[in-house]
Structures are given as structure tokens and as C-alpha cells.
């Protein structure tokens, strides 16, 4: 039977932000996305179901299927990270409005959140595919790898979910490059961090400060900087991971005298320490919500 988890959360929270961020880059088959839904596949301790997101309560609720009850546990608190269900925004909002350009921002979204991840492996394969192209052209290519490597569902109740992600294992033995089509480059940097994720110790792992995750990431061939700050921020929920040559980042800094250089951006952010990572999201908004040019 389903089971039914709360998940309590500070107020405010921006579910909007939250549920606009994660449609824009729901992976095809794994997640479904509606007003007030946010749904998807998952694998726990050998079997597969789905849960399903609303707002309610006093923050979210969360339907869990297809798992064993001893499991929920560990769902709730994989379920609290995806939804940063425990950030503080009031500290972290008092934070940033020091800045006289984030507070505004902060003013405007009081309850924006860092989205986080179900799945480190799953987040990381997502962000080198991201490497280099639209947000929209990575989802595809995240769609077609899990047509393809994923384990198909029997019918499930939420329309749109139809594999669990690829295993590590099954990435690491596969042509990445041939089946998406891509730069032989880029797929190797899939197939190695695949790889690194069978490896001891985890590269996802939770208990790691931000250097020295950062540090491990990079250290996997095709994970630059950029693609190592952006695990850091949503599957390792680093809150001060940030990624100073973001295009997005600097194009919401541009205030009409031109964009800052990272650099620039980079000194500029050590004010919004150790809460840079809210700041991103913060930018990146305003970057979302400017005309296409």
C-alpha cells in the first residue's frame, strides 16, 4: 500500500521556484511534473516504485509506492535533502540582503531553496551532460540514456514514469558516446564517473567538506570546475558550493556596464558566504526571467 510521509519544512517556502526549477530539467521517463506535483521513479534496497510531491501541511507530503516499509526512513531524509526541506531561510535571506543587489532578490523570494538530488550518480551524469549545451538539450540527452540503460517499470499510477535510472554498473560497461551520439570525450567522462561511484570511497558522499569534494570530483577526467561546484550544490547540499564562471550567474550581474568576469563575481561572493549556493539560485532566477535575446 502507499505510504504517506511528512515533510516538515521552515516557512517560507517557494514551492513554485522549486517545482519550476525541477520541470525544467525533469529527465523523461524518471520524473513527471505538474502545478503542484512532482513525481517520480525510485530504486531502494532492490525494488523499484515511484513518490509523488505535493505542498501541504505545513511544508510537503510526500506518497511513497513500491517500497518496504523499513525503507521510509531513509526515503524521508533522501526526500528533505531533494527538497531542502531543512535550510533556515530567514537566516539565510538576513544573510544575503546584506549585499545591496541580492536584496531585492531576497525581498522578491523569501523561501527560495536549493533544489537538491534523489541520486548523486544520477545528479552527476545529468551535470556532464549539461556540459556545453541548453538546459533543454541535456534533459533530452538524459531521456534517451535511460530509454536505452534504464530498467523498464511495470505501469504505474503517474503517468510519464516508465524506467529507474541506470545503474553505475550498467553506465560504466557502456558506449555512452555511441548510444547519445555525443563527443567520445564527454561520454567517457559519464563511464568515469561511474566508475568512481563503484569506487571506495563514495565521491557523494555527504560527510566531505566542500574542498575536498570538489577536489575528488575534478579529479575524475571531464569534470571540470563548473560540473564539480554544481554536485556539490544539490547532491552533496553544499551550501556554499559556487560555480564563478556560471554564464547565467554573470549575465544576472549585468546591470548594464557590462558582465562581471568571474573573478570579479568570485571576490564579490565572498560577502555571501557560507551561503553562496542560495545566492546562485537567487541570480539564477533573475537570469530565467529575462527576455530571450
Do not use: K, N
Request: aromatic content about 6%; overall charge neutral; hydrophobic content about 50%.
Amino acid at each position: 500500500m502507499p505510504a504517506s510521509i511528512a515533510l516538515p519544512c521552515r516557512p517560507p517556502y517557494d514551492w513554485p521556484a522549486m517545482r519550476d526549477f525541477l520541470a525544467g530539467r525533469a529527465i523523461p521517463g524518471i520524473e513527471a511534473v505538474g502545478p503542484d506535483r512532482y513525481a517520480r521513479t525510485i530504486a531502494v534496497a532492490g525494488r523499484t516504485g515511484s513518490i509523488a510531491i505535493t505542498p501541504g501541511g505545513d511544508g510537503l507530503v510526500a506518497i511513497v509506492t513500491g517500497v518496504a516499509e523499513a525503507e521510509l526512513p531513509g526515503i524521508a531524509a533522501r526526500l528533505r535533502r531533494l527538497f531542502d526541506c531543512d535550510a533556515d531561510p530567514a537566516t539565510i535571506g538576513a544573510h544575503l540582503a546584506t549585499d545591496p543587489r541580492l536584496a531585492p532578490l531576497v525581498a522578491a523570494r523569501p523561501g527560495l531553496r536549493v533544489p537538491g538530488a534523489w541520486d548523486g550518480f544520477e545528479l552527476g551524469v545529468r551535470a556532464i551532460l549539461g556540459q556545453q549545451v541548453s538546459v533543454a538539450a541535456a534533459t533530452r540527452l538524459a531521456g534517451r540514456l535511460v530509454a536505452e540503460l534504464g530498467t523498464p517499470l511495470p505501469a504505474l499510477a503517474e503517468p510519464g514514469l516508465t524506467h529507474v535510472f541506470p545503474t553505475a554498473e550498467r553506465v560504466a560497461a557502456a558506449d555512452v558516446a555511441q548510444i547519445l551520439t555525443m563527443p567520445r570525450a564527454r561520454g567517457a567522462a559519464i563511464r568515469a564517473l561511474a566508475a568512481a561511484s563503484l569506487a571506495e570511497p563514495d565521491p557523494f558522499a555527504l560527510d566531505q567538506d566542500l574542498a575536498t569534494a570538489v577536489a575528488r570530483l575534478t579529479a575524475i577526467r571531464g569534470i571540470g570546475p563548473w560540473t564539480a561546484q554544481y554536485i556539490a550544490m544539490r547532491a552533496l547540499r553544499a551550501p556554499d558550493a559556487f560555480p564563478p564562471g556560471d554564464v547565467g550567474l554573470l549575465r544576472a550581474l549585468d546591470g548594464g556596464a557590462g558582465r562581471p568576469s568571474p573573478a570579479e563575481l568570485l571576490l564579490r561572493a565572498e560577502g555571501w558566504r557560507p551561503y553562496r549556493a542560495y545566492a546562485a539560485l537567487h541570480l539564477w532566477a533573475v537570469d530565467a526571467a529575462r527576455p530571450a535575446d
